[in-house]
T-cell receptor, first 112, second 113 residues
């Protein structure tokens, strides 16, 4: 089906540790993927994107990995900080009708 | 500063009333979108517009209407026909419909009393 899902709804990580948020997508035709961060009561904020011709892309403290073989996307956040507490969700651009499908999100808690 | 704005941030409506949510962008983006977000849920697409004077229904368009008379503006009207309108509404824009990230506004929380 056309769905973008997440393996864990809530993730708690110690401040300073690295965190990994996972996302499974179902459509092998999807060719563009985005990670967003949403803080409480605010609109989603773009973090990083990756196109299907790549398997890794790095930003500032964040890395996105794309495994097309198993249709899996992950977001790695290095040295997590209190400000990283938010809901993170992935989105896929489904080429068939140009839809962008958003996942439900994973809430990341940063423990002091 | 370039960006996308929504107003108001909080909106209260009595049952049976129509209400219009504002969305403005100065990013010169062609595409604009309206999403609805319910607690613990992902974003669901209400309407989108790829160009001025054109718009398409999304997955949950019933009870909503939009207009796109100007490139910068994409207002959403929540009509009395919408059975469960209380939600967080998000407007977004992108350079074009596909292949580019969407920039989101701060959202409007609508509560029906």
């Amino acid at each position: 089906g056309e769905s973008v899902g997440l393996h864990l709804p809530t993730l708690s990580v110690q401040e300073g540790d690295n965190s990994i948020i996972n996302c499974a997508y179902s459509n092998s035709a999807s060719d563009y993927f985005i990670w967003y961060k949403q803080e409480s009561g605010k609109g989603p904020q773009f973090i990083i994107d990756i196109r299907s011709n790549m398997d890794k892309r790095q930003g500032q403290r964040v890395t996105v990995l794309l495994n097309k073989t198993v249709k899996h996307l992950s977001l790695q956040i290095a040295a997590t900080q209190p400000g990283d507490s938010a809901v993170y969700f992935c989105a896929e651009n489904w080429g068939r009708d140009d839809k962008i499908i958003f996942g439900k999100g994973t809430r990341l808690h940063i423990l002091p | 500063d370039g960006g996308i704005t929504q107003s108001p941030k909080y909106l209260f409506r009595k049952e049976g009333q129509n209400v219009t949510l504002s969305c403005e962008q100065n990013l010169n983006h062609d595409a604009m979108y309206w999403y609805r977000q319910d607690p613990g849920q992902g974003l669901r697409l209400i309407y989108y517009s790829q160009i001025v004077n054109d718009f398409q229904k999304g997955d949950i368009a019933e009870g909503y209407s939009v207009s796109r008379e100007k490139k910068e503006s994409f207002p959403l009207t929540v009509t009395s026909a919408q059975k469960n309108p209380t939600a967080f509404y998000l407007c977004a824009s992108s350079i074009s419909r596909t292949g580019y990230e969407q920039f989101f506004g701060p959202g409007t929380r609508l509560t029906v009393l």
